[in-house]
């Protein structure tokens, strides 16, 4: 008899918050595999990935303007 195919396939599993993390992280730089977009896009929740990604948003563009603010003031602007 024939196996379900359920069973030769099982669901994939939902990615968790440092899936999230890395996925967003490897889309900044636009590395991300097929095989963790098809994970991304097929079981996980899209508030998660845009959630991490407006908190990565936010720490990168804090990071410039305090380096920026450390040149200026090393320059003696």
Known sequence: MAEPTE???????????????????????????DKNRERDF???????????????TVLFVLGLIAVVKIMLHNAGM
């Open 42 to 56: 097929g079981s996980g929740k899209p508030w998660v990935f845009i959630g991490v990604a407006i908190v990565l």
């Open 7 to 33: 069973a030769k396939n099982p669901a994939p599993k939902a990615p968790t918050v440092v899936d999230a993390i890395f996925s967003v992280l490897a889309s900044f730089f636009g590395v991300q595999s």
